[in-house]
Nanobody, 127 residues
């Protein structure tokens, strides 16, 4: 059974940092595309960062230079280091996994078809 469990969210002031983790289990982690998504109240879910099985990494323009996606394959864990946080980064953050998607698909209409999703972790940034 595939499970994705996010952690690391919290409340910080603008300019602060957080590191999100997504612990994966139940599948061969390294063969899947992994993505971070977020959804703010009243807004659609959006892709934030992605890394696929070929090692391609893509970021949303809004987070480039501030967020870093990484993974520890030995721990089956995906990370999102978030620096220079802004109030507009406030959202529920989700990780997702899919065997057949590629990194670019995190940012398009196909993202809704990611096979596995975590429960989310809340990030709140105050000004």
């Amino acid at each position: 059974q595939v499970q994705l469990v996010e952690s690391g969210g919290g409340s910080v002031q603008a300019g602060g940092s957080l590191r999100l983790s997504c612990a994966a289990s139940g599948y061969t982690y390294s063969s899947y595309c992994m993505g971070w998504f977020r959804q703010a109240p009243g807004k659609e879910r959006e892709g934030v960062a992605a890394i696929d099985s070929d090692g391609r990494i893509i970021y949303a323009d809004s987070v480039k230079g501030r967020f870093t996606i990484s993974q520890d394959i030995t721990k089956n864990t995906l990370y999102l280091q978030m620096n220079s946080l802004k109030p507009e980064d406030t959202a529920m953050y989700y990780c997702a996994a899919d065997r057949f998607m590629t990194a670019i698909q995190v940012f398009g209409v196909m993202s809704r078809f990611f096979a596995y999703w975590g429960q989310g972790t809340q990030v709140t940034v105050s000004s």
